[in-house]
Each structure stands twice: as C-alpha cells, then as structure tokens.
C-alpha cells in the first residue's frame, strides 16, 4: 500500500495522516548526514507497512539528496538488514 508522505523539515520528521492520527520517522540533518532518531505509528496502524513505506521514503530522500546515513531507529536498523541496496548509504 502507498501512503502519502509528508517531510515535515521544520519539524524534522517525515509523517503520514492517518485519518487524524500521525505517524512518524525523526532524523535531524547536519552537514551531509541524515540520522534517523526514531518512529511511531499509533497502534491501531501497526503491522500495515506504514513504518517500511517511511523507511524506504528516507533511504530514497538520502541518496537524492547525496546524503550519508547514521541509524539510531530500532526499526530502521532492522530495516537496512533486509534492504541491502541502501547499505552504500550508510556512514
């Protein structure tokens, strides 16, 4: 499933609206690094891809943007393991 997704700068979160409700991936740039801090999804939302679909959105943002990658996120830390084509992005 696509979901839209919106890369909040301001707030350094990429966000999907859930019918009202948010999700979220944090990362916080600096320089050309982009570190991914943590997501959420509210519990009713779980298990439907929405943190995969924010994950892939991130890897895709960082190397379009020539950026190098530093995981914090549990979830993307599992992510990457299944996901080795953005494994050149990490730092």
Do not use: W
């Not at 948010?22 to 570190?35: F, K, R």
């Amino acid at each position: 499933m696509n979901y839209d997704i919106i890369n909040n700068k301001e707030a350094g979160q990429l966000e999907i609206d859930l019918n009202g409700k948010t999700a979220h991936e944090q990362y916080s740039i600096s320089g050309s690094v982009i570190t991914f801090i943590g997501n959420y999804v509210p519990p009713e939302f779980r298990g439907k891809g929405i943190a995969a679909e924010m994950a892939k959105y991130g890897f895709e943002y960082a190397k379009a943007n020539n950026l190098k990658v530093v995981i914090l996120c549990p979830y993307i830390k599992a992510y990457i393991q299944k996901h080795s084509e953005y494994q050149s992005l990490l730092v």
